[in-house]
């Protein structure tokens, strides 16, 4: 027969708290890391007072005066707790990617007289590799993108880009045009879709080509750039004209003519404003084209023939217009 004798204050036994886990509500059980954290920085803030409310919420005759928790950290060489407040990592997580790493979170609880409870929680690390910068499938690095001149275009291009970060929340991508010494960027400007315009139609004989770099950014500020070129083409949007209004020819009268005439001067060229070659095709034709004197054998040369020999006493002087088109 065992005769145990007490202590007469240890005779009734201390209320039970009875705590669950639900105290623990506002921690999270688990927290990503990048693999790259720097030792030191603060993972999780813990708030003791949010705890303690959780603590008195399980029975309404706790008294907040009288309940003291105290915190720590087990069973863990990767996190402390500092100042009692914040999980801070004490370790590097190198070569711990994908790997999941758990501690404990204990609260020592007392409330007034009552016999004080530990209770704990884990808090997992699940240690990721930082996310890359965003990826752009398109427009491709150093890409050409033709665009019409005199041609308004609602949007030129729709940037496809995909970023790593899987949550959908966190996944705004922000764009933005680069500034380049040659203001290439500056009629254009790209949304938060990734929409490229352009202020106003393009004029090739201003400007031909514009080379443009545009910055996508995740929310983590993590950037790629890409650039590209936006090439104008040109459109036949000039028409010839003569810069010389008037020339004058001497020919001398009864001058022989043979069966193909005879060339009495070639006149100024017309100029076209147009941007390349193809766009500048000039012919010429008289404006009367069944003149019965004077002739364009090729329209595509500024030269002037006659078909017979002129009479100056029938007619000194001809007046003859010339159209280019
Ligand atoms: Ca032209
Ligand atoms: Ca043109």
């Not at 309404?60 to 914040?86: A, G, H």
């Amino acid at each position: 027969m065992i005769e145990i004798t007490a202590d007469a204050t240890t005779q009734i036994p201390k209320q039970s708290l009875n705590l669950s886990i639900e105290v623990f509500q506002n921690i999270p059980s688990e927290i990503s890391v990048f693999e790259d954290e720097t030792v030191g920085s603060v993972l999780l803030v813990l708030c003791k007072d949010d705890l303690i409310k959780n603590i008195l919420q399980t029975n309404s005759s706790f008294n907040s005066t009288l309940t003291s928790v105290e915190l720590f950290v087990r069973n863990s060489d990767l996190i402390e707790l500092f100042k009692e407040s914040e999980i801070r990592l004490s370790k590097s997580l190198k070569g711990y990617i994908n790997q999941k790493l758990c501690a404990q979170i204990e609260a020592n609880v007392i409330i007034n007289s009552m016999e004080p409870q530990i209770i704990s929680k884990n808090l997992c690390l699940k240690i990721e590799a930082r996310p890359k910068s965003p990826i752009i499938h398109f427009p491709a690095q150093n890409s050409v993108h033709k665009f019409k001149e005199n041609t308004p275009y609602d949007s030129l291009l729709l940037f496809n880009v995909t970023s790593p970060i899987l949550d959908p929340k966190l996944n705004g991508l922000k764009y933005g045009l680069i500034e380049t010494n040659y203001d290439d960027g500056q009629q254009f400007s790209i949304d938060s879709r990734g929409v490229l315009k352009a202020a106003h139609p393009f004029d090739y004989e201003k400007r031909d080509k514009y080379n443009i770099q545009t910055q996508i950014c995740d929310f983590n500020d993590s950037c790629t750039v890409v650039a590209f070129r936006i090439q104008v083409e040109d459109l036949n949007d000039h028409c010839p004209t003569f810069m010389q209004r008037i020339e004058i020819f001497n020919i001398t009268e009864n001058h022989p003519v043979g069966q193909d005439g005879i060339e009495i001067g070639n006149f100024t060229a017309a100029e076209d404003a147009d941007g390349t070659a193809e766009k500048r095709s000039i012919c010429y034709r008289l404006e009367n084209e069944n003149d019965a004197l004077f002739f364009i054998p090729d329209n595509r040369k500024p030269a002037l023939f006659i078909r017979k020999s002129l009479d100056r006493e029938e007619q000194d002087i001809h007046n003859k217009a010339i159209k280019s088109f």
